[in-house]
């Protein structure tokens, strides 16, 4: 569920159209105001960091997780950030401390997504409401598979 040896004390809150979703706060996480970003769309992704002259490209996802290219965003959240960044775009964020939520692991059932992971793996419970949260793993392979799909930043 977690990066191996990453102890786990926040998770972010993420808020994305009318979908709420959790991610665990890593220290291999970045995350950028919309400010600090290049608002330049290449292929679907709607904006890139550039870092040390490679842009990083950052999706904005529907409900289906599919991008798209015109949706209101306030931060870009990068993964992978030791090799290739690539983000996700939110319309808010929030952290929330992890004894704050009970989080239960779940291995999907059914076929793979197309980038080779599942994007999430566990469930997580705040006072009475039920959230999904993203695998790690699973969000960095959807988002890389969708740089590959729609095109590289420039």
Do not use: C
């Not at 842009?55 to 949706?71: G, I, K, N, R, Y």
């Not at 290739?84 to 779940?106: A, K, N, Q, S, T």
Request: avoid cysteine; charge should be negative.
């Amino acid at each position: 569920m977690n990066p191996p040896g990453a102890p786990i004390r926040h998770y972010i809150e993420l808020r994305m159209g009318s979908s709420t979703f959790f991610l665990a706060n890593t220290p291999l996480l970045v995350i950028e105001p919309r400010e600090n970003m290049l608002v330049k769309p290449v292929g679907l992704a709607a904006a890139q960091r550039v870092v040390q002259g490679v842009a990083w490209p950052a999706f904005s996802l529907d409900a289906d997780m599919e991008p798209v290219a015109d949706a209101p965003w306030t931060r870009a959240i990068f993964l992978n950030t030791a090799e290739h960044g690539v983000g996700i775009l939110v319309d808010d964020l929030r952290l929330v401390p992890v004894d704050h939520l009970r989080v239960e692991p779940f291995f999907p059932l059914g076929p793979l997504p197309p980038g080779g992971e599942p994007l999430f793996d566990a469930a997580a419970m705040e006072t009475g409401t039920l959230t999904l949260v993203f695998s790690t793993r699973g969000l960095i392979a959807h988002l890389l598979y969708e740089e590959r799909r729609h095109g590289h930043a420039q």
